[in-house]
C-alpha cells in the first residue's frame, strides 16, 4: 500500500516495514526519482520492517523463485506493448482507456475479470467516501476528529486533526501506531498479513493515542488514511465495507470489488499474491486498517471506476479534483489522489498500491482521458511502465 515522500515510489513490502509506504510500508523507503523527468513516485501499501537486512537474508534462504510472466492474452497490441516492460512478474492484468471511451484490455496469464489485491489503490475509495460524505452534508473536508467523535476524543492531541489532513498526509500521524510494530515483525518473516486484528473502533483507539508530528507537511500515513475511512463509518451509522458497497461500489455495479476485512470475508475467487522474490505471500485482509489498502478488485472493475472518476459520473468523483494540499507547481493532492508532473509539464493523476503479494497502479491523464490500470501478482513496482503509458512514451 505504498506511498511516498519526496520521491513517492513504490517501496518492496519487504522492505517497507518502518517506511512511510503505505500498508505496504510504514515509512518510506529509499525512493528513487524517476530518471529525466520530475515525477517524484510516492510508495504503497508494502511493509516495511526496521530489520529488512534480516528479512532479505531469510527470504534468500527460502530460494527466490524466478518469475515466468504468462501468456498473453486479450488486445494483442496491448500485451506486445508492455510485455517487454513486465520482467519479473508472472500474472498482469491491464486495462487501457484510450481517451475516446475505448477500453482496451489485455494482460498476461490473466483475464480482466481475475482478482488482485489493489493495496493503496484503496485509499482512492476512502477518498470517494470523504467526497461523498460531503455531498450528504455529513462531514465537511474541515471537520476534525473531534467532530466525528465528540467527547472520544476529548484528551487526544489529534481532536483538533481535519479530515483535509487525513486525506492529504499532512496530519503528522505517523504511518503505524506504535503498538502494531510487534506483530508486523513476525507477520513479514512469516509472509502473512502483517496488519494486527484490530477492528474499527480499535483502530480509532490508536490513532487516539498519537501525538502528531511534522503536522502540516507531507508525511505518508497509513493510519491516517485508516482513520479517515473508520470516521467517515462512524460519521454514517455504519461499518467501512458497508459503506463502502452502498455508496461507491454497488452504485458503480462494481460486483468483484470489495474489502474483505477479515480472512473469513475473502472469496472463493482470492488468489495468493507473490514476494518480489516469488514465495507464496498470505492475503492481506487488514481489519480495522482496511481503508489504508484492503480492497480487492480486477482491471474490468477498476477500468469502470477510473472511467467514473475521469468523467465526474462516478460517485465522489470530486475526490480527484478538489486539491486540498499543494506541495508545489508539480506536485498537489486531492482527497487521496495524487497530482504529479511527471515530466510532460502536464499533472497526471494517479495512485499506486503494494502488498505482500501485488502491486497495483491507476491513473490517467486529465487532459486527454488516456488511462491505465496494471495488476500483478507480484510484489513489485509497476510504477515505471504505468507512467510510460501515461507520459506517451509507451504506445498502446
Known amino acids: 500500500m505504498t506511498d511516498q515522500h519526496p520521491d513517492r515510489t513504490e517501496a518492496d513490502p519487504e522492505a517497507d516495514i518502518g517506511t512511510d509506504a503505505d500498508i505496504d510500508s510504514g515509512s518510506d523507503p529509499d525512493a528513487p526519482s524517476r530518471t529525466g523527468t520530475s515525477f517524484s513516485r510516492r510508495t504503497v501499501l508494502a511493509a516495511g520492517i526496521p530489520a529488512v537486512a534480516g528479512v532479505l537474508a531469510i527470504t534468500a ?11 498473453p492474452t486479450g488486445d494483442e497490441q496491448v500485451t ?3 510485455q517487454p516492460h513486465l520482467s519479473g512478474h508472472r500474472r498482469v492484468a491491464i486495462a487501457y482507456l484510450d481517451g475516446s471511451g475505448t477500453t482496451r484490455f489485455g494482460g498476461f496469464g490473466a483475464e480482466a475479470t481475475d482478482e488482485f489485491e489493489v493495496g493503496s489503490v484503496t485509499k482512492t475509495f476512502t477518498g470517494a467516501l470523504l467526497a461523498s460524505a460531503v455531498e450528504r452534508g455529513e462531514v465537511t473536508v474541515q471537520s476534525t476528529v473531534a467532530d466525528v467523535l465528540g467527547d472520544e476524543a476529548e484528551e487526544s492531541a489529534i481532536a483538533d486533526v481535519r479530515l483535509a489532513e487525513l486525506a492529504t498526509h499532512t496530519s503528522g500521524i505517523p504511518s503505524l501506531a506504535p503498538s502494531w510494530w510487534t506483530g508486523r515483525f513476525t507477520g513479514t518473516l512469516l509472509r502473512q498479513d ?10 480509532i483507539a490508536d490513532a487516539l493515542g498519537i501525538t502528531p508530528n511534522g503536522r502540516g507537511s507531507y508525511a505518508y500515513s497509513n493510519l491516517g488514511v485508516a482513520l479517515q475511512g473508520q470516521l467517515l463509518a462512524r460519521a454514517a451509522g455504519t461499518d467501512y465495507a458497508t459503506l463502502l458497497g452502498d455508496r461507491i461500489l454497488e452504485p458503480l455495479s462494481l460486483a468483484s470489488t470489495y474489502a474483505p476485512i477479515t480472512p473469513e470475508g475473502l472469496r472463493d475467487t482470492a488468489t495468493r499474491g507473490h514476494t518480489s522474490a516469488g514465495l507464496p505471500n498470505a492475503a492481506w485482509t487488514m481489519h480495522g486498517v482496511a481503508p489504508a489498502g484492503g480492497i480487492r478488485s480486477t482491471a474490468e472493475d477498476l477500468a469502470l471506476y477510473l472511467t467514473g472518476m475521469i468523467e465526474g459520473t462516478a460517485p465522489g468523483a470530486s475526490a480527484a ?9 508539480s506536485s498537489e493532492t486531492s482527497m487521496n489522489w495524487f497530482h504529479e508532473d511527471m515530466g510532460t509539464g502536464q499533472l497526471m493523476t494517479w495512485h499506486n498500491g503494494m502488498t ?19 495488476l500483478t501478482d507480484t510484489a513489485r513496482s509497476l510504477d515505471d511502465v504505468a507512467v510510460a503509458v501515461l507520459t506517451g512514451e509507451v504506445e498502446l
Not at 61 to 71: E, K, N, Q, T, V
Not at 197 to 203: F, K, L, P
Not at 321 to 329: G, N, Y
Open 61 to 71: 534462504l527460502s530460494g527466490p523463485r524466478p518469475a515466468r510472466l504468462g501468456d
Open 80 to 82: 506486445a506493448a508492455l
Open 194 to 203: 502483517p496488519y494486527p486484528a484490530r477492528d474499527g473502533d480499535e483502530v
Open 321 to 329: 479534483t478538489e486539491v486540498l494540499f499543494t506541495e508545489s507547481q
Open 356 to 374: 505482500g503479494g501485488f502491486a497495483a497502479f491507476t491513473g490517467w491523464d486529465p487532459a486527454t482521458g488516456r488511462g491505465i490500470v496494471l
